[in-house]
């Protein structure tokens, strides 16, 4: 069965550094998610992606925040200079039209120093 | 007020009994209404989808939609000890980005 797979798992970084978390959503799909959840708390959406563009961005995703779609299968998440607060696990999700299912990946855990 | 609310639980029942799992929201423009199920350090994984107001069935698993009471239910019959889990409600507006909100997560025990 596809489905959407994330590296690394597990990332620990400096504050201040940038980090890249990946993602390979399911081949056929057309729209792209990232959501966090910082530890004991809800699943967050942070942004929305189709079409080589963002649709849709909640006020948790500012201007330390990208996306991008590099070639035909990655789908990225980047934080230019990431702080204390961006702890958290991060989940990528893809679905094959904006209301259909969303599939999520098991997620990279992201721990600031 | 939060735009969705649920009880955090725990929730702790014995196998087999009938599970009853309930969100509140307050945006009565919400139209899509989701139930996932999220074991420890994974990702959500989607059970229910529900367009709307009415009942939707899959196997054990009977969800719920009252827009006049901003209520949605996730019944669970036949409990099993492999369905304790958190169980996190969501929903969305019908906008292009199709943003989802999620309420906090009921975590559930089922007691073999």
């Known amino acids: 069965e596809p489905e959407v797979t994330q590296t690394p798992s597990h990332q620990v970084t400096q504050m201040g550094q940038e980090v890249i978390l990946r993602c390979v959503p399911i081949?056929?799909?057309?729209?792209f998610y990232w959501y966090r959840q910082i530890l004991g708390q809800k699943v967050e959406f942070l942004v929305s992606?189709?079409?080589?563009?963002?649709?849709?961005k909640s006020e948790i995703f500012d201007d330390q925040f990208s996306v991008e779609r590099p070639d035909g299968s990655n789908f990225t998440l980047k934080i230019r200079s990431t702080k204390l607060e961006d702890s958290a696990m991060y989940f990528c999700?893809?679905?094959?039209?904006?209301?259909?299912?969303?599939?999520f990946g098991p997620g990279t855990r992201l721990l600031v120093l | 007020q939060k735009e969705v609310e649920q009880d955090p639980g725990p929730l702790s029942v014995p196998e087999g009994a009938i599970v009853s799992l309930n969100c509140t929201y307050s945006?009565?423009?919400?139209?899509?209404f989701m139930w996932y199920r999220q074991y420890s350090r994974k990702g959500p994984e989607l059970l229910m989808y529900?367009?709307?107001?009415g009942n939707k069935e899959d196997g054990r698993f009977t969800a719920q939609v009252d827009k006049s009471s901003k209520y949605i239910s996730l019944f669970i019959r036949d409990s099993q000890p492999s369905d304790s889990a958190t169980y996190l409600c969501?929903?969305?507006?019908?906008?292009?980005?199709?943003?989802?909100?999620f309420g906090a997560g009921t975590r559930l025990f089922v007691k073999a």
């Open positions: 969501a929903m969305s507006l019908n906008t292009g980005g199709f943003k989802t909100i």
């Open positions: 529900t367009y709307s107001s």
């Open positions: 081949s056929n799909h057309l729209y």
């Open positions: 999700a893809s679905s094959e039209q904006v209301q259909e299912t969303q599939y």
């Open positions: 945006n009565s423009a919400f139209q899509y």
């Open positions: 992606f189709y079409n080589n563009e963002i649709s849709e």
